[in-house]
């Protein structure tokens, strides 16, 4: 018999589970606890099947019997309705997601498996450039031209770099779209075709070895901090990148065995890195302990201890002792390897020191020597040849001063 109003309303729950079935496969779920759940049964490919409507009140016995016969339609024309609301359903979710939804989501997945610095910047562009420029834009409305537009204006700044960037995220970010379904095509890919014109490659610049004695001697007389100053030498002694160095806590070194181990979080590679530390570097870190030792990084910014010096603060202050495209934090990389490699070390110590992958990546991925007692002796050599050169700079500047 079909159900009427009546029936369903005065309904009572019983200690299981019960049903009333009106006609073609509909049927009303009454549950222990009083709910009344509408239910369609059918069968798909053979398969029993069960497609739940709403809830009664509200939905009425006449809606019920209509969205079963929307079912029953689905089903004749080959459709399985379940699957049918399951698709209804997330096209009405994506339809609202907007560009900013996909790209933190993308950004959160994403952040754990990367560098710190490629974290940071990831951050930094999508706050600064993307988001602001069409988050708040429906994810399908979004064409390429609107794509093209805003990289376009990080171009105007001369920042291709960035531009380059965001290019590439861009088109991370909207494969990450294809893959939860949220889109069914990329406008982000081919923005490379009308990207600007690049600008010759820059390499990180520095001095000559021979200007370094010089250079040394400036930094200790220039009106800097002391945190500046330091980590300037660091550099030249360690040829760490200027960014592992500044975001460095006092956690990672072990100064009585001098070593610096950084993890791989930290690293671009996304691998450990153990750094041999001459004993000119270790004296350079005992003398910070007494003014930073109580915070949790080295070079902990003068504004918030609990924040790094700015990834500024060391070109600004070359800049300032006249080095502007001459030297750089990075250039000092540049330099060691340089002279290093003109000394005729191990190829592969000098590598491992700047933290480099093998070019060879099947080489690279079961090479898992550090060298590092090789390194420390490199890198001793390198310190005292330093120090040889500015006592022998000092000597030809006295004697030039006694004439």
Known sequence: MPLSDTTIRTAKPKDKLYRLTDANGLCLEVTPSGSKLWRYRYRFNGNAKMLALGTYPAITLLKARQKRDEARTLLTEGRDPAEYKKAAKQAQKVEGLTFESLAREWFAYNAPRWAESTTYKAKLYLENDVIPGIGSRPLKGITRPDLVELVRKVEARGTLNAAGKIRQWLHQIFRYGLAKGALDVNPATDLNVVAAPTKAPRHHPHVPLSELPELLAKCDSANINILTRCAIR??????????????????????????????????????PHAVPLPSQAVEILRQLQPITGKYPLV????????????ENTINKALRLMGY??????????????????????????????????????????YNHANYLEQRRGMMQAWADSIDALCTDANVVSIKQRAR
Do not use: C
């Not at 070079?299 to 700015?310: E, L």
């Open 299 to 310: 070079f902990a910014g003068q504004q918030n201890p609990d924040r790094p010096m700015s």
């Open 324 to 365: 502007e495209n001459r030297q750089t934090g990075h250039g000092f990389r540049h330099l060691l390897s340089t002279e290093l490699n003109g000394r005729g070390y191990n190829k592969d110590w000098i590598e491992r020191q700047l933290a480099h992958g093998d070019s060879d990546g099947i080489r690279d991925t």
């Open 234 to 271: 660091l550099l030249v002694l360690t040829a760490v990148r200027p960014g592992e160095l500044r975001t460095a806590p006092w956690a990672e070194f072990d100064l009585d065995a001098a070593t610096w181990t950084i993890p791989k979080e930290r690293m671009k590679a996304r691998r």
